[in-house]
């Protein structure tokens, strides 16, 4: 399991909870929990990952790290699509190792840069790094 935070579909505040390959809802204001049907190439369950809402890309939300249950860190970025709830996987990752940790922190800098601090790979990583979506 692993809890994050994330804007609704109305653009609400709601918790969303991974398990294994579902994503499930919280809408904060009805308090009412639902599963949300998701599509494309979904993640698979993680713990210890970001999500992260952009101001230039209010319908996307990155997911970042984290780790699958076997214990492997996941060295994914992906993006889930909120107007159709898909998802789609970012390429290339070997120039993105950097960022790709488990139990990290992702603060919003500006509209489309997200900055990675913390976390752990089981090697030394760069204190913090900078990523702009847009680049992706």
């Known amino acids: 399991l692993s809890l994050s935070l994330s804007l609704s579909l109305s653009l609400s505040l709601s918790l969303s909870l991974f398990l294994a390959h579902s994503l ?37 939300l990155f997911l970042i790290g984290g780790r699958q249950a076997a214990g492997r860190t996941c060295k994914e970025i992906r993006v889930l699509h909120t107007d159709d709830m898909s998802w789609t996987k970012v390429g290339d990752l070997g120039r993105l190792y950097p960022i790709i940790r488990t139990g990290h922190n992702a603060t919003v800098v500006g509209d489309t ?24």
């Open 24 to 60: 499930i809802k919280s809408i904060i204001e009805t308090q009412q929990w639902m599963q949300e049907a998701t599509k494309g190439d979904v993640p698979p369950g993680l713990c210890r990952h970001t999500m992260t809402a952009l101001p230039a890309m209010p319908k996307q």
């Open 113 to 136: 840069g997200i900055v990675i601090s913390g976390g752990f790979v089981g090697e030394y990583i760069e204190p913090f790094y900078r990523v702009d979506i847009r680049m992706l």
